[in-house]
């Protein structure tokens, strides 16, 4: 049971693992929906559990080099530490990442307890967080190249190759799962696999050691953030971190997938210095950083205008705040944890603990035959003359009494801090709720606003065709009607040519049957001329076509009459005083007078045009 | 993950089928005009019933294809796009079957100097149309092979255009002995017909667009 309190720490630093980086393997693929949330968190759930079970030793190895965290008081600090630098700093919005987390509380616990600090592993670790990002990026461009030949080659139906990419972001998904729980199981369980020593466990088919019995413990955790949290971050976080099409985020996830492999497999490494190349170092790395450097590295394919540079900073701010953080939280800590809680946190400290427990000892149980050092002693600040005068029962009581108070305090406060953390934890989780909720209605509200916006555009866009498309139409009349107008006139010029040609030949001419043939054909030109059925109707289709004009023109005008509001109508059709002459069969004269009549009729100002003011009223 | 192997085959050939059923559409109408224009009413009626029932079925199948866009969310990102492509293949076979549909009600009076003009524009109308299927079926193997097969929609549809204009214009200007009333109606009959090319060529510019988008 205290072994799962000590515990605690890490599996809180698991379960926010799982929540916060299963939306670097999931986050597209649930955010676009095309892999259902539930499948996605049994998927990666199973196949976190199988990485940091099979493949969690390596970089968890590279870790114990850093600084072997031998107690369990000091395990539980510096997962705490690395915990409390993560929550802290996703609080307050700055990049953090779990691995560099993790090392700097290490590097904060070897400060404290003088444990030198391996200067080469320190190197090589943070080699990797900076190769980690490249590397990313290059697989991402190399696969990125392949995947676009893949799709230009093959004459792939678009729905197949959905149905092939919700199968691929599966798969991908599922290995970046598997390289995840390999490659960052050492962040959350890593510091405890030098503290607790559990016996190995038969399972008939194989065994399952201490460190695989804690990896599996771990992965539970991260696990049990997938399930109980990833969808909330999947669905805000993952989306806008990564707003990729489906291709280039299978893509992403694969060369995330790989890089996190390749620094957590051992077999991979002994192959690769079977052939004489240096080894692999096996380093837990940041998945959203090789996430943030896959992104970039499509990004620089397609040209590099859509990168936002500004990343690359708060990458780099991550690498150096972030383990500095963590290395501080721990140093002061452990500090509180060794002096006030009086645990034993390993390297030097342990001795210090150790001698002063024993002089205590000394001090309560004269009898003891426990002789202690001489420069232990110094160490606790017990007087020498303390020890010699054993017998001094007055002594002894207020020391024993002094230590009961110091324990009731102790517990006290201890108390006191485990419920400040519950409630603190229940305030959040109802601030949470209440923010998940307002998420939500803004939402709700956001679609509904989109749906709206929609549907306006989509009116306004029927409308703006409809007033087109009644534009082209009246257009289209008006072409009509002066066709119509013009074809009248046309003929009308040619029957007056046709009159006057007739009466020029008879005048010439002395027959008289062919002059009376003449004078009819004449008559039955000037009858044409006058009851002209085309200009009938003409006219009628001119105060069809207007009749809403005419309509407004009497309401205006009321003592307009029908001829002046022809008159208008064919102003209206920009027909000249000569044309109107000839529809009408009148002289332009006439038409001259008539305009003038209406232009006083219409009390139109002498400088505007008539024409004008018609076709604007 | 509920979209199984055998859905999506279902569903492709869905598509196919359902862009087949309108070009189909578009070959009847161009067959019942021609009837029409040479008076062979039984054929003409024929191909009013073939229409109707193509038309039916091209709104089944559309509305079954939506329906499994959506609820499996297929192509979550593209589905608005091509959605909005579907129903545009879906109006042109709208258009043609109100076309023939306007053609038996109004029966128009065609004169006969009109009729190899008319025939004409049919026949263009239709194979602008025509000519934009095998694109919208391209897009959804080769998105970026789409552009290069428009160029023979935008012709025919500019080819229309010119028939349809110089049909009004001997109608106004040389058929001097129809009626006003008449000229205007035939004119309208160009219209019709020339919308379908104008439909045809909506769905081209939307599909050169998506396959510019798709290409991004």
Not at chain 1, 317 to 345: C, E, H, R, S, Y
Not at chain 1, 462 to 489: C, P, Y
Not at chain 1, 563 to 572: G, T, V
Not at chain 2, 15 to 44: A, H, M, R, W
Request: net charge positive; glycine share 6%; charged share 20%.
């Amino acid at each position: 049971m205290i072994i799962l309190f000590y515990l605690s720490s890490g599996l809180f630093l698991g379960w926010s693992l799982g929540a916060n980086d299963a939306a670097n393997i999931f986050g597209t693929a649930v955010g676009t929906r095309m892999v259902r949330f539930k499948t996605a968190a049994i998927v990666a759930s199973i196949f976190v559990i199988l990485g940091a079970v099979i493949q969690g030793a390596g970089a968890n190895h590279t870790l114990g080099k850093l600084g072997n965290v031998s107690t369990l008081a000091a395990a539980f600090t510096v997962a705490l530490s690395a915990a409390l630098t993560v929550y802290w700093m996703t609080k307050m919005s700055l990049p953090v990442s779990t691995s560099q987390a993790i090392v700097g509380a290490i590097i904060g616990w070897n400060f404290y307890t003088n444990n030198p600090t391996d200067v080469n592993t320190l190197v090589k670790i943070v080699s990797t967080w900076i190769s980690g990002p490249i590397l990313g990026g290059l697989f991402a461009i190399l696969l990125f190249i392949l995947v676009k030949k893949i799709t230009k080659k093959t004459r792939i139906h678009l729905l197949y190759r959905d149905s092939y990419i919700r199968y691929g972001l599966l798969i991908v998904g599922a290995f970046g799962a598997y390289s995840l729980g390999a490659n960052n199981i050492a962040n959350v369980m890593g510091v405890f696999t030098g503290a607790i020593d559990l016996p190995t466990i038969d399972l008939f088919l194989f065994q399952m050691d201490s460190t695989q019995q804690l990896f599996l413990i771990g992965g539970i955790a991260i696990a049990f953030g997938i399930i109980t949290y990833s969808r909330h971050v999947m669905e805000t976080v993952g989306n806008t971190l990564m707003p990729l099409s489906s291709e280039a985020a299978i893509v992403v996830v694969l060369s995330q997938a790989l890089v996190l492999f390749i620094f957590s497999s051992q077999g991979l490494s002994d192959a690769i210095q079977s052939i004489g190349l240096p080894a692999i170092p096996l380093v837990p790395v940041s998945s959203s950083q090789v996430v943030i450097g896959s992104i970039i590295g499509i990004g620089l394919y397609k040209g590099g205008k859509e990168i936002k540079y500004n990343i690359l900073g708060s990458i780099s701010l991550g690498w150096i705040a972030t383990p500095i953080v963590a290395g501080v939280i721990a140093f002061f800590m452990l500090f509180f944890v060794n002096n006030v809680f009086q645990k034993d946190v390993g390297g030097d400290r342990s001795l210090i603990i150790n001698q002063n427990e024993s002089a205590l000892e000394m001090v309560i149980n004269p009898d003891s035959t426990f002789v202690p050092d001489e420069n232990a002693i110094q160490n606790t600040g017990i007087k020498k003359d303390t020890l010699v005068n054993a017998n001094n029962k007055k002594r002894i009581t207020t020391t024993n009494s002094d230590y009961n108070l110091l324990a009731i305090i102790l517990g006290t406060v201890l108390v006191a801090f485990f419920i400040v953390i519950i409630f603190l934890l229940h305030y959040l989780s109802k601030a949470d709720k209440k923010r998940s909720l307002l998420q939500k209605q803004i939402s709700s509200n956001e679609k509904r606003y989109l749906l709206k916006i929609e549907s306006l555009e989509k009116s306004v866009k029927d409308k703006i065709h409809r007033q087109e498309d009644l534009g082209k139409e009246l257009k289209f009349r008006q072409n009509e009607m002066v066709t119509m107008a013009m074809s009248i006139i046309h003929k009308n010029e040619f029957l007056t040519s046709l009159k006057d040609e007739i009466i020029r030949i008879k005048a010439n001419i002395r027959d008289h049957e062919t002059r009376l043939a003449l004078n009819k054909l004449s008559l039955m030109i000037t009858q044409d001329l006058s009851i002209d059925r085309d200009r009938e109707k003409f006219q009628m289709h001119i105060s069809e076509q207007n009749s809403n004009f005419n309509h407004r023109l009497s309401e205006a005008f009321p003592s307009m009459t029908e001829n002046e509001k022809r008159l208008a109508s064919m102003l209206r059709l920009n027909l000249s005083s000569k044309e109107i002459a000839s529809i009408l069969n009148i002289s332009p004269k006439s038409v001259e007078m008539n305009r003038y009549r209406l232009r006083k009729k219409l009390k139109v100002d002498p400088k505007v045009n008539l024409s004008d003011f018609i076709r604007e009223f | 993950m509920s979209l199984l192997y055998k859905n999506v085959k279902q569903l492709v050939f869905d598509i196919d089928n359902f862009i087949d059923t309108v070009e189909q559409g578009v070959l009847v109408f161009k067959e019942g005009v021609i009837n029409y224009l040479n008076g062979e009413k039984e054929s003409f009626a024929e191909k009013i019933e073939r229409i109707d029932r193509l038309e039916a079925s091209a709104d089944k199948l559309q509305r079954k294809i939506d329906d499994e866009f959506y609820r499996h969310s297929i192509l979550p990102q593209n589905v608005s796009d091509i959605e909005g492509m579907l129903d545009k293949v879906d109006e042109i076979i709208d258009i043609t079957k109100d076309n023939l549909y306007q053609f038996d009600d109004e029966i128009p009076f065609i004169p006969k100097e009109l009729t190899n003009d008319y025939i004409r524009l049919v026949n263009t109308a239709a194979e602008s149309a025509i000519s934009v299927f095998p694109a919208a079926r391209t897009f959804f193997r080769e998105p970026l092979k789409v552009r290069e097969m428009l160029a023979k929609v935008y012709f025919y549809e500019k080819e229309a255009d010119k028939i349809s204009r110089s049909i009004k214009r001997r109608l106004f200007h040389e058929m001097k002995d129809l009626r006003q009333s008449e000229k205007i109606h035939l004119r309208y009959f160009a219209l019709h017909i020339e919308t379908v090319s104008d439909k045809a060529k909506n769905l081209a510019d939307l599909l050169s667009i998506l396959a510019l988008k798709m290409s991004i």
